[in-house]
């Protein structure tokens, strides 16, 4: 194991972490907001995927992939919560399963509409390539999803921390029911933020899609993951969500180079320890 | 006991009668569908018992099931052991390292609450699974490991309609056993708890230890599951502790009616009848899987087995028949 293993293990570590930032800052702060466990979130990865392939399919743009697939999601997240998890009120256990339902709709409609095969998203010439910095090879479209993911963390602080719905949205993970007796409109702030959710999960699948592919089955084997980040960042936080996925995307990378056969192990019994001994994460507030 | 009490007992005891005498006359392939029913329908009544009664939420049933699965088929595929009389001693072990399982699980899990202890076994689950899927050495990985032919002592397990018998037996006796538990003074603390915690702690129950013990049972039943999921499926793979099935016996348990018990297993019948039958009909199946999970939450709030007294509500006052009790109790 020698200085190449440890700078590529890292830097893999690393942009596998921006990956899980952009699926799972929407999931956090759905949670954090909602205190849903959105079952759902990993088709909404998925679908992102599968939408950027119809729209570069047909309109051979890569670029206009992007905000489609995300936009498109979005739509759908906007459905769901208005129409079926809005009315049903708080209910953690009915939530899960309405989602978990959702999830098998989406599944097989993803299955019929774009079928079986692994799907692989090609971004454009350049993101094909490597660079080369101090004789480590570093393929560009990992330091692509870097940015992306550095460039939407910082669009989503400003819109936290400096707008009128940020405020909102902060009130409400923080006390919902004092939130409303302010004059909150929290149900609002609920759609905004499923939707927002969902957007975010759609950029992610396409951004995860070269990287990852796309492929029936994505949906439940990520999303775990994203929330093995949400659990040990802290719900409804998003530095929590940053250093979670820093902290989830490196463990995974590092576990399993170094331990193969407890490496998912080694994912999950953090979650868990972190869930006994402070249930709002390491930067979730109280 | 009271009427309706009596009257419950009799209506099970003759679908369990029509269940054993109908099945063994059926197509080999309902015997297998029935024998897996009865099988998830263990690990459901499990689940049962702290979700319906207790009001715990658990998203890592999966779990135990795998815990008694594994081992049964470690011991099986790797020392022969469990395939002949000492099956019965893979059943107690089975038990043992599910209850064993949820009493190291259950120190994390049971002092959290709703949203909370949904996520903590959420992971424990995954805890779980992880650790089937890349402990290679042991588990055999993503292959998963094939069982040797199923037991044999004086009576032949290979043969499906005997293997139908003994999970029969398994059921029946769980089912007994569960219920005992639910009307013992043990039983009806649980309920309180999942009433009002708060009261019950006041009371001067130790409400934290009453849903420890709830949460051992639940797993050395699921583990008992898991036993005969190995030697009815002849494979255990990471497949079998997925997320979907803590999810899917959420379901049944949802579907059939929480805090019923009966409620569960028919749950477990339907889901199996969709995942295994209708899978192997029409490629659309899911879309009826979905269908059932969004349909239950949004219709059937207090599931299946709440409808009888629902429509008797609607009957009685046409207006009113949309508030009935979420959570309907068997052991009124």
Redesign the interface.
């Known amino acids: 194991m020698d200085t190449n293993f440890w700078v590529i293990q890292a830097f893999n570590g690393i942009s596998y972490g921006a990956l899980l930032f952009l699926l799972a800052s929407g999931l956090s702060l759905i949670f954090g907001v909602m ?3 959105n ?1 759902a979130h990993g088709s909404f990865f998925l679908l992102g995927g599968y939408v950027a392939l119809t729209v570069i399919w047909t309109t051979g743009s890569w670029l206009l992939a992007l905000p489609a697939a995300a936009l498109a999601v979005a739509v759908v997240g906007l459905l769901m919560e208005r129409v ?1 998890l809005r009315p ?1 009120g708080f209910d ?3 939530q ?3 989602s ?6 989406f ?2 409609a993803a ?2 509409i774009w079928g079986g095969d692994n799907l692989d998203i090609v971004p454009p010439g350049i993101l094909k390539e490597s660079a080369v910095v101090g004789g480590f090879y570093f393929p560009i479209y990992r330091i692509f999803m870097i940015g992306m993911a550095l460039a939407v963390g910082l669009v989503l602080w400003l819109a936290m921390e400096k707008t009128r719905m940020g405020a909102m949205v902060r009130a409400t993970v923080d006390d919902s029911e004092m939130a409303r007796g302010v004059g909150i409109n929290t149900s609002r702030v609920s759609m905004f933020i499923f939707a927002l959710g969902a957007f975010l999960a759609g950029l992610g699948g396409f951004i995860g899609g070269a990287f990852l592919g796309v492929y029936p089955g994505l949906d ?1 084997a990520i ?2 993951i994203a ?2 980040v949400v ?1 040990i960042g802290g719900m409804g936080s998003l530095t929590g969500a940053a250093v979670g996925s820093l902290l989830v995307g490196l463990a995974d990378n590092f576990g399993k180079a170094l331990f ?6 080694t ?3 953090p ?3 972190i ?2 001994l402070k ?1 709002t994460g390491l930067f979730g507030r109280e | 006991m009271s009427m309706d009490g009596r009257r419950k007992l009799l209506i099970v005891t003759a679908a369990l009668l029509a269940v054993l005498l109908a099945t063994p006359h059926s197509g080999s392939y309902i015997i297998v569908l029935v024998t897996h029913a009865l099988i998830f329908a263990i690990l459901a009544m499990s689940l049962d018992i702290l979700l319906g009664f207790t009001g715990l939420p658990s998203l890592g049933q999966a779990a135990y099931l795998g815990m008694g699965a594994y081992l049964t088929a470690i011991l099986a595929s790797k020392f022969q052991f469990g395939l002949d009389w000492t099956f019965w001693l893979v059943v107690v072990m089975g038990m043992a390292i599910g209850a064993a399982t949820a009493a190291i699980f259950g120190l994390f899990a049971v002092h959290a609450g709703g949203v909370y202890f949904l996520m903590i076994t959420l992971a424990l689950g995954m805890c779980v699974w992880g650790l089937a899927y890349r402990w290679n050495s042991l588990t055999g990985g993503d292959n998963g490991i094939v069982l040797p032919p199923r037991p044999a002592f004086g009576i032949e397990l290979a043969d499906d309609v005997t293997f139908f018998y003994l999970v029969f037996s398994f059921f029946v006796a769980a089912l007994a056993l569960l219920y005992i538990l639910v009307r013992s003074p043990f039983g009806r603390s649980l309920v309180g708890i999942r009433e009002n915690e708060l009261r019950m702690r006041i009371l001067g129950y130790n409400t934290w230890l009453h849903k420890y013990i709830a949460f051992i049972i639940a797993g050395g039943f699921g583990g008992l599951a898991g036993v005969l999921w190995a030697h009815a499926h002849g494979l255990v793979s990471p497949e079998d502790v997925v997320l979907a099935t803590s999810v899917d016996a959420l379901l049944m348990v949802v579907l059939g009616g929480p805090g019923t018990l009966v409620g569960g297993a028919i749950g477990a019948g339907i889901v199996v009848f969709l995942r295994e039958y209708l899978s192997t009909l029409v490629p659309w199946w899911q879309y009826v899987l979905g269908g059932v999970y969004v349909l239950t939450i949004l219709y059937l709030p207090g599931g299946l087995l709440s409808l009888p007294e629902r429509i008797r509500q609607w009957r009685a006052h046409p207006a009113g028949a949309a508030e009935a009790k979420p959570m309907q109790s068997a052991s009124h």
């Open positions: 205190r849903i466990v079952l079926f049903l953690p256990l009915r899960v399963l309405l978990v339902g959702f999830a098998y709709l599944q097989q299955l019929d439940f999303l775990p929330f093995a659990i193969p056969e407890i490496s998912y192990f994912l999950y019994a979650m868990v320890l869930l006994a249930p």
